[in-house]
């Protein structure tokens, strides 16, 4: 089954974005030869950054995006949004790729399940 979770959020501020990584890690565990797909947009291009720092005991999108990485999850994000955010020379978590609406239409059509968060 292929799987695709369309971010929009930020990484911090609200859950979102915190609550869609949780998903998509719980499936990966559940079902292993599950294929999961995030697809990161708008404010939520934030989340693929390097180098995040959060307190102590809180919730680190960089940390959940590795282990997604790590079992076979691919994340993408959204070029025109990280322009639009003036983050052009993204230093980008190792495994995450810059991406565009085609290939965004492609994973949604190829998809079994889309999730908005």
Known sequence: MKIL?????APYGTEKAFNAFRLASQI????????????LLA???NCS??????????YNI?????WILSKGGKVKLCGTCSDA???????LIDGVQMSNLAEFSEWT?????????
């Open 85 to 91: 955010r003036g983050l052009k020379e993204l230093n």
């Open 62 to 66: 960089e940390r959940m995006i590795r």
């Open 5 to 9: 979770f369309v971010i929009n959020d």
């Open 28 to 39: 990966l565990k559940d079902k292993p030869n599950a294929e999961v797909r995030i697809f």
């Open 109 to 117: 059509i190829d998809s079994d399940k889309v999730l908005t968060f």
């Open 43 to 45: 404010d939520a291009v």
């Open 49 to 58: 950054l390097k180098n995040q720092i959060t307190p102590q005991g809180y």
